[in-house]
DNA sequence: ACGGATTTGATCGATTTTGATTGAATATAA
DNA sequence: TTATATTCAATCAAAATCGATCAAATCCGT
């Protein structure tokens, strides 16, 4: 008896489409529906679905994943589709660590970066309210600390009143932030207040607060302002404009280029 | 005389369907239908009754183990073992939440399952210590709370007296507690000092403290007394001893065989 | 062996998915 | 810019799949 072989559920179709797009930036619809062995009408009908649940940018003659630095794909490239810039932002913090600190790392794709460069080290305190960072650091030999809250499933964090529970009774030396931009004026801005709160609790907690930022988060600001420059010892970019470069000299803030 | 090979038992085969599951991301009717040697029907209904019971989802076509694009869970259930009684008796459990609820729920695999159940209704408020339940509920229509504390990589929970900063500040309606043993004497006991504290801490913060613990833990003692039997108001289980169920009666509590 | 309960497979109309076709919209080249 | 070639969304009929129903087969306790 022959093996027949059956068409690919659409749902199953889907997931290779998303598999697919992981491994090369941008795949046309006639190269989907050969690989796929449907039709390109089924192709389109597939990354119509796909678009509307926010997982792939369409374009004509194909489609894309979504641009960087949408918040909704921060985190779905299990990959690490972290630019360069970032995994040298985050080796540099890393120098900054020393054996038995306590370290707090806050959500975000950069702070992650720094998370997988500590996977492999051990005896940190490491206290977070990522739990992307929490899932890497799991199986480590750290000591690791989650502050609790209400989570948010954009940025997977715990967040709100409830994570000042426990940032109110811990301290820690050195606080490695993220954000959504930073403005001359404004500081630091985030999406969501929750997280603006959480971020200004941490960083009264901390006896040095770190903040990693690549170039493209320099004056561009966010809704909710979560914390002002003044509060910052160290910021850590790959570039870095004139302006900022005096404000921060003014602040006494260190500034390392990675 | 031939060996007659008998068709499979409907368990056996629903079995089958989730092993099989695991090996591919999807899996048609028809393909089923022919490995297993049923009709198509025979194969939706098993399907179905899976899709009941939380263990897949139900595409056109056939069935996944989860939605496509969803990401893949951060913490995972490692053994993945979920006995018979264990589902019937977080099935029994989700018959006692209401809509709008705050519930608690706490570590092990059985309310693990009742955690998978809930994965597709919504509208309540759920608070965990467990980062597997948080991980399964992590895009469900819920609210989201986590407790926070030191994190216990065993158990995958967060535990310790820095949890009960959280806990201390919230009431929550029904708390579903798991165990690793009880007895007539000491009560609920653990394995881990913390989680004993934590446990302990979330049931004098619930108006009504369920147990979900199948026939293994009872009699069975454990390092660490997590509770006596005067905490509790509801137990659920597969079956009972005579002297346990007669304590209970004479305690008042509520006891539920599934 | 008997009878009730459960499980199975077949059937049917309803629903969903697919591929082809169309004219409109977009990209590419001249 | 205009002309040409792709790609697109909308539409429709065919195919696949679905849920509901029912009768036959199987299972189980008496």
Known sequence: MAIISHRKLTAEREQCILDLLKQSD?????????????????????LQNLHERG?????????TLKAVGQPELLFSDKEGKCSDEKQRIAAAALELIQ???TIYLDGGSTILQLARLLESRSGLTIVTNSLMAASLL??????????GGEFRALSRTMVGP??????????VDKAFMGTIGLTLNDGMSTTDA????????????????????DHSKFGVPSFVNSGSLE???????DSI??????????????????
Request: aromatic share 4%.
């Open 26 to 46: 941008a795949l046309a619809v006639s190269a989907l529906s050969e690989q796929l062995e449907v039709s390109e009408a089924t192709i389109r009908r597939d």
């Open 231 to 237: 509060d910052l010892q160290t910021v850590i970019t």
């Open 194 to 213: 929750n997280e603006a709160f959480t971020k200004k609790q941490i960083m009264s907690r901390s006896r040095q607060v770190i903040l990693l930022a």
């Open 241 to 258: 404009s004139d302006e900022f470069r005096k404000r921060f000299n003014e602040l006494g803030i260190h500034l390392i280029l990675a």
């Open 162 to 171: 409830l994570s000042a529970s426990i940032l109110q009774s811990i301290t």
């Open 138 to 147: 799991m199986e480590s030999r750290h000591r690791l600390i989650l502050t």
């Open 99 to 101: 054996q038995h600190d």
């Open 55 to 63: 997982l792939l940018e369409r374009v004509h003659g194909g489609a």
